[in-house]
């Protein structure tokens, strides 16, 4: 690391600054023993913050990704944004907006507080300083812990978001079940009665459908998210600077965001098949079958559909949700510092 970013990793932590990405901090031995009892709750909120911001920056092109995984005849990215417009108006693609809104705030809360509480773990455990910039192999550890615990809130918010996207998706006659709603027909109210109906007919288990798929998308997915983050925000970052200035944040998160879709999509492509499967009728028995018959149906191709609106949807959602997270958790260290000085 450069003497630029270990200065800078000092001076944040004298002023009680979060540590700027990559910048590099001299480990101090001091035998203590790491506990989680030092759990900073403003990543937490920043972490809030970030997820609200990022949901109404990429919903509407989410709307498109989704159609263009599990819907037919949409076609390209381009023919899908012009059908679902002349269709539904510009309201169709916010779509299962209102649950995401106030729930991935809560998800992106989780994912961000684990991964940097779980950073600073790291850095007590083998430095001996919580404070420590965390190696690569810190970095990616604390990526697959979030992905892993994101799975358990993440999958029942995505599986109602995909019900409400789909819920209007023209289908066949021939395929459709005689107790199921006619061709065109909302099958659910809204997210608390899509989240009900899931629940009577399928138990609680239902609600973890395509838990598995997006485990599979997840840990990976996280690891492409935060590391380029923080390798790009380190590069982009003019020397001198303390910190990174907002828009080296908000480029390094768009770029992460960007890569990190691009390196999912097709897990991302099962999971959402297998989400919205039963609606209307129930196609796949699990994340193997539906694999294999995409495979077998569609070939390999099938597993690159929404990449191009995945990436273009991760620029903007995600450096809206780095930005957000980013600003707000300077703002309460800056009140925290002038409160406590």
């Given at each position: 690391m450069s003497q630029r970013l270990e200065a800078a990793g000092r001076s944040a932590r004298s002023r009680g600054e979060p540590l700027p990405a990559g910048a590099a901090a001299q480990p101090r031995r001091t035998g203590s023993v790491p506990t989680m009892?030092?759990?900073?709750?403003?990543?937490?909120?920043?972490?809030?913050?970030?997820?609200?911001?990022?949901?109404?920056?990429?919903?509407?092109?989410?709307?498109?990704?989704?159609?263009?995984?599990?819907?037919?005849?949409?076609?390209?990215?381009?023919?899908?944004?012009?059908?679902?417009?002349?269709?539904?108006?510009?309201?169709?693609?916010?779509?299962?907006?209102?649950?995401?809104?106030?729930?991935?705030?809560?998800?992106?809360?989780?994912?961000?507080?684990?991964?940097?509480?779980?950073?600073?773990?790291?850095?007590?455990?083998?430095?001996?300083?919580?404070?420590?910039?965390?190696?690569?192999?810190?970095?990616?550890?604390?990526?697959?812990?979030?992905?892993?615990?994101?799975?358990?809130?993440?999958?029942?918010?995505?599986?109602?978001?995909?019900?409400?996207?789909?819920?209007?998706?023209?289908?066949?006659?021939a395929n459709v079940k005689l107790n199921s709603t006619a061709p065109g027909s909302p099958v659910y109210r809204g997210p608390i009665h899509c989240l009900r109906t899931i629940i009577q007919k399928e138990g609680i288990a239902g609600i973890y459908r395509g838990n598995v798929a997006m485990l599979l998308r997840d840990v990976p997915g996280y690891c492409a998210y935060f590391i380029p983050y923080a390798m790009f925000c380190d590069w982009i970052t003019p020397d001198g600077s303390i910190s990174p200035n907002p828009f080296s944040i908000w480029v390094a998160g768009g770029v992460a965001g960007a890569v990190s879709w691009a390196v999912c999509t097709p897990m991302d492509v099962v999971k959402s098949r297998l989400q919205a499967d039963g609606v209307y009728l129930n196609q796949y028995k699990g994340t193997l079958d539906c694999m294999l018959q995409s495979y077998q149906n569609e070939g390999l191709k099938v597993f690159c559909r929404g990449l191009m609106v995945n990436t273009l949807r991760g620029f903007p959602s995600s450096a809206a949700m780095f930005l957000g997270y980013e600003l707000s958790l300077k703002a309460m260290k800056r009140c925290q510092t002038e409160t406590n000085p």
């Amino acid at each position: 690391m450069s003497q630029r970013l270990e200065a800078a990793g000092r001076s944040a932590r004298s002023r009680g600054e979060p540590l700027p990405a990559g910048a590099a901090a001299q480990p101090r031995r001091t035998g203590s023993v790491p506990t989680m009892g030092s759990v900073q709750v403003q990543d937490f909120v920043a972490g809030l913050v970030g997820g609200i911001a990022s949901v109404v920056a990429g919903h509407p092109l989410d709307t498109v990704k989704t159609r263009l995984q599990a819907g037919q005849g949409y076609g390209n990215t381009f023919k899908c944004v012009l059908t679902v417009y002349r269709n539904e108006s510009l309201t169709g693609f916010f779509k299962g907006m209102s649950f995401p809104l106030a729930s991935i705030g809560i998800y992106s809360s989780v994912v961000f507080g684990v991964f940097s509480n779980t950073q600073r773990f790291l850095s007590q455990l083998r430095h001996g300083d919580a404070a420590a910039a965390p190696s690569l192999t810190d970095m990616t550890a604390a990526s697959i812990v979030a992905g892993v615990i994101s799975v358990g809130i993440g999958t029942p918010v995505e599986l109602v978001k995909i019900r409400l996207q789909m819920q209007t998706q023209p289908y066949n006659k021939a395929n459709v079940k005689l107790n199921s709603t006619a061709p065109g027909s909302p099958v659910y109210r809204g997210p608390i009665h899509c989240l009900r109906t899931i629940i009577q007919k399928e138990g609680i288990a239902g609600i973890y459908r395509g838990n598995v798929a997006m485990l599979l998308r997840d840990v990976p997915g996280y690891c492409a998210y935060f590391i380029p983050y923080a390798m790009f925000c380190d590069w982009i970052t003019p020397d001198g600077s303390i910190s990174p200035n907002p828009f080296s944040i908000w480029v390094a998160g768009g770029v992460a965001g960007a890569v990190s879709w691009a390196v999912c999509t097709p897990m991302d492509v099962v999971k959402s098949r297998l989400q919205a499967d039963g609606v209307y009728l129930n196609q796949y028995k699990g994340t193997l079958d539906c694999m294999l018959q995409s495979y077998q149906n569609e070939g390999l191709k099938v597993f690159c559909r929404g990449l191009m609106v995945n990436t273009l949807r991760g620029f903007p959602s995600s450096a809206a949700m780095f930005l957000g997270y980013e600003l707000s958790l300077k703002a309460m260290k800056r009140c925290q510092t002038e409160t406590n000085p």
